[in-house]
């Protein structure tokens, strides 16, 4: 499976952005994970097709949503009210298969895109 990220760029604080990940075939589970200079990967949100659920990190829950267009294999991830600490490539990641609660926020998952960069600006 392939996994194109776009839609990252420059924002303002308080500002909004929406990235997509194309992915080239269904899979059960499509996920976003970002990582800052100098950090580890860090588990932005989950959207799980058997279980029909979205999960999201603490540090955007609230201000992020994940959505999909099971048509076009497609995940999205509106960033709303952005802060400079969300600066960081994000990194679109997809798993054939259904993964436990205890693995859907680690990155542990099969496939990985190239990563997309979001920089915002105080």
């Known amino acids: 499976v392939q996994l194109q990220a776009s839609g990252g760029g420059l924002v303002q604080d308080g500002g909004s952005l929406r990235l997509s990940c194309a992915a080239s075939?269904?899979?059960?589970?499509m996920g976003w994970f970002r990582q800052a200079p100098g950090k580890e990967r860090e588990f932005v949100g989950a959207?799980?097709?058997?279980?029909?659920?979205?999960y999201y990190g603490s540090s955007v829950k609230g201000r992020f949503t994940i959505s999909a267009d099971n048509a076009k294999n497609t995940l999205y991830l509106q960033m709303s009210i952005v802060r400079p600490e969300d600066t960081a490539v994000y990194y679109c990641?997809?798993?054939?298969?259904?993964?436990?609660?205890?693995?859907?926020?680690?990155?542990?998952?099969?496939?990985w895109g190239q990563g997309t960069q979001v920089t915002v600006s105080s």
């Open positions: 959207l799980s097709r058997p279980d029909h659920k979205t």
């Open positions: 075939a269904r899979t059960d589970v």
């Open positions: 990641a997809a798993n054939g298969n259904r993964l436990p609660l205890s693995v859907i926020m680690t990155p542990r998952y099969n496939y």
